[in-house]
């Protein structure tokens, strides 16, 4: 069982920046494809960034391309998102998943590993 702990929420001014890391328990970590999602108050959990094993390849939602960044260190057993340009409307819980094997990146299911989340909130 993959633990994952979030970190580096917070509060922050619309055009400003924070930077979201997910620790994982193991080092089975390094093998499994890595996704950030995210649930605003009142709606339901969406697909934000994905990364695959070796990190060659990643995918974003298109309400962030190019304003956030997925990464991952593997030797740390952590994944990291890195969030330019807020907007209030990324005020959100963000959650990291652990995916073993993905068919689509942006479907919840495919993921068996899920964080706590940690909020991020953007003032106007």
């Known amino acids: 069982q993959v633990q994952l702990v979030e970190s580096g929420g917070g509060l922050v001014e619309a055009g400003g920046s924070l930077r979201l890391s997910c620790a994982a328990s193991?080092?089975?970590?390094?093998?499994?494809?890595m996704g950030w999602f995210r649930q605003a108050p009142g709606k339901e959990r969406e697909f934000v960034a994905g990364?695959?094993?070796?990190?060659?390849?990643?995918y974003y939602a298109d309400s962030v391309k190019g304003r956030f960044t997925i990464s991952r260190d593997n030797a740390k057993n952590t994944l990291y998102l890195q969030m330019n340009t807020l907007k209030p409307e990324d005020t959100a819980v963000y959650y990291c998943?652990?995916?073993?094997?993905?068919?689509?990146?942006?479907?919840?299911?495919?993921?068996?590993?899920w964080g706590q989340g940690t909020q991020v909130t953007v003032s106007s």
């Open positions: 990364i695959r094993w070796n990190g060659d390849s990643t």
């Open positions: 998943a652990a995916a073993p094997s993905v068919i689509n990146w942006r479907a919840e299911r495919w993921y068996r590993y």
């Open positions: 193991e080092r089975a970590f390094s093998t499994y494809f």
